[in-house]
């Protein structure tokens, strides 16, 4: 996205950013909050009709969260299961910016109707099913949304080529720690997870 939604694509294409981008992270919101909502209903139900402990939960999350770590660290052969698509690109040159900006964020904001490069796409919704709360689910979902929207905001500055070049040099530099961030979170969902059942 942030190839494709930034001050210099916008202008070139006679639309503003600040539409574009505003979009964007409304429709990742949105989408966010939707899959949040609809995997927290999800769990509700399920967790009603089972009725776990508190302990199984927290044994399920660590479950999750242990799994999506080997995962990440690609253990053997095993590799996160995703999709090969990208948003349509044929928007831009199709539709209004406030439209293609929400289009495309709504998309990453569900999380898994585009490429999933995290096991953090998984591991948010296994959390919102768990959270057996729509309410909990919405928000689980729209700090999802708004999190993957916020990277496009890094380019607002950019006003030129040699501008737009290094932001993305900046952001390739930051693809590493990104990554042991993003580790680290999962790990201490595991541990959080393990506090509860220990407690």
């Known amino acids: 996205m942030l190839a494709s939604i930034h001050p210099l694509g916008e202008r070139g294409r006679g639309q503003r950013y600040s539409v574009t981008a505003t979009s964007y992270v409304v429709g990742a919101a949105a989408g966010g909050a939707v899959m949040g909502v609809t995997f927290g209903w999800l769990g509700s139900v399920a ?26 660290r690609r253990a053997g052969s095993t590799r996160l299961p995703s999709w090969h698509r990208q948003v349509n690109e044929d928007w ?30 998984y591991l948010t919704f296994v959390l919102a099913f768990l959270s057996g709360s729509w309410q909990w689910g919405l928000l689980i979902g729209l700090v999802f949304g ?32 990104a990554q ?3 580790l680290g979170t999962q790990a201490a969902v595991a541990v959080a997870g393990l506090v509860v059942v220990l407690t």
């Open 47 to 72: 967790l009603a009709l089972v009725g776990p402990s508190d302990t199984v939960i927290a044994l399920l999350v660590v479950a999750a969260a242990g799994l999506v770590l080997l995962l990440e």
């Open 92 to 121: 831009m040159t199709s539709y209004r910016g406030w439209v293609y900006g929400a289009g495309f964020g709504f998309q990453l904001g569900l999380g898994f109707v585009t490429i999933i490069t995290s096991g953090g796409v």
């Open 146 to 177: 708004l999190a993957r929207a916020s990277v496009a905001l890094s380019v607002a500055r950019v006003r030129n080529p040699a501008q737009l070049r290094a932001a993305h040099r900046r952001l390739q530099a930051l693809a590493a720690p």
């Open 180 to 182: 042991r961030i993003a």
